[in-house]
């Protein structure tokens, strides 16, 4: 990311202004004082490609068909099934999980997605839109602070490689909270680099209230190490007003869960928090290197030009007291010094670091427009003949060890195929534009690959849904109840489907040892006391036996396909109703008696988010 440090050109724009910088893809210059940016006006003749266009055309791409394919459990499912339950209750304070406080994440995602479940209706769509405006906020966010510094096309460019970056285009069509995450941090980052520190602080304190003191830590990281390096203060990130407005914004929910549950502050803090980086005990712990092979991949395809000028390292660093050096080691700080953080946190998945994408899509930028498309062309075409012919591989080979489902195994070589195919032509296109000076064919041959993701993966989706959810499950589930009168109920013998409870559009009941199979550690830390509440859905391990010999009412019991144990008592006694590589379905029981077993409980409808 860091390149050659040069004096700002007379010639160049003042930010702000509104000037329109040309983008010129011209030949790397290697003198140590060639110019960052060039500012001719555009050619009428031969203009610059519609970068607007692109990046709409990008957006759509993100967006395309988000109720297409089922939640995918554990994350989208739970998370969904917490929003559906505030819009049902309107209950916007304390999220919940099967009718039980769930304070594992703060309140903004959930609260973004129940508002969405009222307008729209509790829809997987509805669940990952907050994820997808996000995104585009983000996109949004990078185009003006771009636009601002180099120019009006160059904020296109840097909002369109972000909008066509992999982990981007992921995590914008999941309901989970990264993205929401990396608008904050990156609202933050560039406010502070825009010279306005109360904004950023409001962004870290809405970014608190999605995903708690990560956050802040990011920003801060990112800010503090660039201040050290410059030799600027650090004190100047600390704003009175800021601090202020932070307190102001994250404090009140945060006084008032506490109030409501003591030891919210000690579970926040230390459990999920200072346990999570410094122990293992959260079950997600990996090598040192972890990030290693995920960041390239995340970047794809704008990694390249954004690390085209990184030859350059020393010098930038030599001049780092250099007012021309802070925009690149401003990128640098941003990516590497968060990354060595996450990679020190004992607790590591791959969406960790999609706060630092915005950055590689800010160098890409940078890069592109200073003259850095040849270097970065060589290298993208050997990268995307590689990737291209490994993809179209695996229309005949695919490795005997991944576990698929038929439908998955079928959908995968035909999707390969055909992202191979984009991905040899961006190749192409990427190598003629580096030779003819064509910048059209440059950026729209990087931009191709992960526009065309969502248009070739829908079948792919579909499968990868259909044996991540518990949509099946769901549908046996509700008929069985439906033939028994309506008012039966279902029993998670230790099991819990996190997207069941979401498409049933109830609560259920849970036979449990650990409460651990709702995956909420929070829950989890807690069960004895939540079991003993009145009409907890929270039931002794050994519930169902008695559950099964009484049938109270009409019960559709539920197990782990894997617990022998279970399935055998179950299916001695039941017809089975489903079954997949998950969970197996039977029932529903005939009742024998009046006397009914405790029921979950499901908060008086007020808002129009059930089912």
């Known amino acids: 990311m860091p390149d050659t440090v040069a004096p700002r050109p007379p010639d160049r724009p003042l930010a702000g202004t509104g000037t329109r910088a040309r983008i010129a893809l011209a030949p790397e210059l290697d003198h140590p004082h060639a110019k960052l940016i ?28 988000l109720n297409g394919y089922r939640l995918l459990d554990p994350d989208e499912g739970r998370n ?16 919940h999980l099967d009718g039980l406080p769930y304070l594992d994440k703060p309140i ?24 997808y405006l996000a995104t585009l906020a983000t996109i949004a966010l990078l185009v003006w602070f771009a636009h601002r510094r180099w120019g009006e096309e160059a904020g296109w460019l840097a909002g369109l490689a972000y909008a066509t970056m992999v982990l981007p285009l992921a995590y914008a069509r999941t309901a989970i909270f990264d993205s929401t995450l990396t608008l904050c941090t990156t609202a933050a980052i560039v406010w502070f680099a ?25 920003p801060l990281l990112a800010l503090g190490s660039h201040a050290l390096a410059t030799g600027t203060p650090v004190r100047r990130l600390f704003s009175r007003r800021g601090l202020a407005l932070f307190g102001a914004i994250a404090l009140p929910w945060f006084i008032v869960v506490s109030i409501e549950h003591p030891d919210f502050p000690g579970y926040v803090f230390l459990r999920e928090t200072l346990q999570r980086v410094t122990t293992r005990s959260f079950h997600r712990t990996a090598p040192f290197w972890y990030y290693l092979p995920i960041l390239p991949l995340a970047g794809f395809p704008w990694i390249v030009p954004a690390l085209a000028r990184v030859s350059s390292v020393r010098a930038t660093w030599d001049a780092r007291r250099d007012a021309a050096a802070s925009e690149p080691l401003l990128l640098a700080c941003w990516v590497i010094v968060p990354l060595i953080f996450l990679s020190l946190n004992q607790s590591k998945l791959p969406q960790y670091v999609l706060p630092l994408i915005p950055a590689l899509a800010l160098a890409a930028t940078r890069n592109l427009v200073a003259g850095g498309s040849r270097t970065a062309a060589r290298v993208y075409v050997g990268v995307s ?12 080979w695919l490795p005997a060890p991944i576990s698929l489902t038929p439908a998955e195994k079928a959908a995968i070589p035909p999707a390969a195929a055909a992202l191979g ?15 003819t000076r064509r910048p059209r064919s440059t950026i729209f041959g990087y931009a191709v690959v992960v526009m065309a993701i969502p248009f070739l993966s829908g079948r792919l989706l579909v499968a990868v849904g259909d044996d991540r959810s518990s949509a099946g499950v769901a549908r046996a589930t509700a008929a069985a109840l439906e033939r028994s009168g309506g008012t039966g109920t279902v029993l998670g013998v230790l099991a819990y489907p996190p997207s069941l409870p979401f498409y049933l559009g109830r609560p259920i009941a849970v036979a449990t040892e650990t409460g651990q199979e709702l995956t909420s550690n929070y829950i989890a830390d807690n069960v004895e006391r939540f079991r003993s509440l009145a009409g907890s859905p929270l039931l002794p391990a ?11 009412m009409p019960t559709v019991f539920l197990t782990g396909a894997g617990h022998r144990e279970a399935r055998a008592a179950l299916g001695a006694a039941l017809p089975l109703l489903a079954a997949d590589d998950h969970y197996a379905v039977y029932g529903p029981c005939r009742p024998r008696s009046m006397s009914q077993p405790p029921q979950p409980p499901q908060p008086p409808r007020r808002g129009r988010g059930g089912r």
């Open 38 to 65: 060039q500012t001719s006006p555009p050619s009428p003749s031969r203009p610059f490609i519609s970068l607007p266009l692109l990046v709409l055309l990008a957006a759509v791409a993100l967006g395309w068909n």
């Open 542 to 552: 050994g519930y169902w036996r008695e559950a099964l010999a009484r049938c109270p």
């Open 108 to 131: 903004v995602y959930f609260a973004a997605a129940a508002a969405m479940m009222e307008l729209f209706g509790p829809t997987e769509a509805a669940a990952r839109l907050p994820a």
């Open 421 to 435: 195919i984009v991905v040899l032509c961006s190749g192409v296109l990427v190598g003629l534009g580096a030779l």
């Open 385 to 396: 003949g590689v990737a291209g012919l490994a993809l179209v591989a695996l229309t005949r």
């Open 80 to 95: 969904a099934e917490v929003a559906r339950e505030m819009a049902y209750s309107n209950g916007y304070v304390v999220p």
């Open 194 to 218: 825009d010279e306005r520190p109360v904004a950023a602080w409001a962004a870290m304190a809405v970014g608190a209230l999605t995903k708690g003191p990560i956050a802040v830590a990011i």
